[in-house]
């Protein structure tokens, strides 16, 4: 019996990435060379393309060398943007237009009184960059019970997810969170920030896990987007997290009839042919 491949709707690059990639390559061929402030996405084959084309990324303002400086999907907070202004640079905005909507409620929550909290990863550059624009009132975490431990209790809390963030998960940390604060006087404001395109991949990528017997997810593992999208068809059904086709094993395939591919928002089309077609060809 011939194995099913299958792939999930809507995979490529999403919305923001589409644009902030687009905004790049135009910038390159106006200005020539072009610096990013960190990975403008979390994608090292994306990455390395648009390097072939002039677009080199600096870890820190200080070691920009070139007068053209974009800042990434992720955005970043408004002291790292003063920074920026003050060197005087020709600057690219690719910050994603549903982060920059997160940003926007971070800093209308935090003038409005309310203790901010950005249900997400602190190390991730996206959710730095909205808790910035909370003005240090506020923290960013995945367990509701860091907020118990707050002492006192903000009497206002207003809540926002990153944008990448699992909404069934983000939907659990908002229950933990009014236990926390019932009875004790707090008023809770929520703001759903969780991005359209991302839902819409995730619930794809769901329904195609609820079919096959065997998932592979396809993105770079500093990619938190993928990364929520492997642990949502990993509790479905077999999967393998996999940047490339090189790096699918023969083993993982003996057995199965019907596999599913998805890939992550910064995961081109190209690279997703490339795996249906190498497992085309490992199945044949």
């Known amino acids: 019996m011939k194995v099913k491949i299958e792939k999930a709707a809507g995979t490529g690059f999403c919305f923001g990435v589409k644009r902030a990639i687009n905004t790049l390559e135009k910038a390159a061929l106006e200005q020539g060379k072009v610096e990013t402030l960190g990975a403008v996405v979390h994608n090292q084959q994306v990455l390395q393309k648009l390097a072939r084309q002039g677009i080199t990324v600096a870890k820190t303002p200080g070691a920009v060398r070139g007068r053209t400086l974009a800042i990434g999907a992720h955005g970043v907070g408004p002291e790292v943007a003063a920074e920026l202004a003050e060197l005087k640079l020709n600057i690219v905005d690719t910050t994603c237009r549903f982060v920059q909507r997160a940003q926007q409620v971070a800093q209308r929550l935090a003038k409005d009184g309310f203790f901010v909290v950005v249900y997400g990863d602190v190390n991730h550059p996206e959710v730095k960059g909205i808790l910035a624009w909370a003005g240090g009132r506020g923290i960013a975490t995945l367990q509701a019970a860091d907020?118990?431990?707050?002492?006192?209790?903000?009497?206002?809390?207003?809540?926002?997810?990153?944008?990448?963030?699992?909404?069934?998960?983000?939907?659990?940390?908002?229950?933990?969170?009014?236990?926390?604060?019932?009875?004790?006087?707090?008023?809770?404001?929520?703001?759903?920030?969780?991005?359209?395109?991302?839902?819409?991949?995730?619930?794809?990528?769901?329904?195609?896990?609820?079919?096959?017997?065997?998932?592979?997810?396809?993105?770079?593992?500093?990619?938190?987007?993928?990364?929520?999208?492997?642990?949502?068809?990993?509790?479905?059904?077999?999967?393998?997290?996999?940047?490339?086709?090189?790096?699918?094993?023969?083993?993982?395939?003996?057995?199965?009839?019907?596999?599913?591919?998805?890939?992550?928002?910064?995961?081109?089309?190209?690279?997703?042919?490339?795996v249906l077609a190498r497992l085309e060809e490992m199945t044949s």
């Open 147 to 274: 907020i118990k431990n707050l002492r006192p209790l903000p009497k206002k809390i207003g809540v926002l997810a990153q944008t990448t963030q699992i909404p069934a998960n983000f939907n659990e940390f908002l229950k933990q969170l009014v236990e926390v604060t019932l009875g004790k006087d707090s008023e809770l404001h929520i703001v759903d920030t969780i991005c359209h395109d991302i839902r819409r991949r995730q619930e794809s990528a769901q329904k195609l896990a609820e079919k096959v017997d065997l998932m592979l997810v396809v993105g770079d593992r500093t990619s938190a987007n993928t990364n929520r999208l492997a642990e949502l068809c990993g509790r479905l059904t077999t999967t393998h997290f996999i940047e490339t086709a090189a790096d699918i094993k023969p083993a993982w395939l003996k057995g199965h009839k019907h596999i599913g591919i998805t890939g992550g928002a910064s995961t081109d089309e190209e690279t997703i042919n490339e």
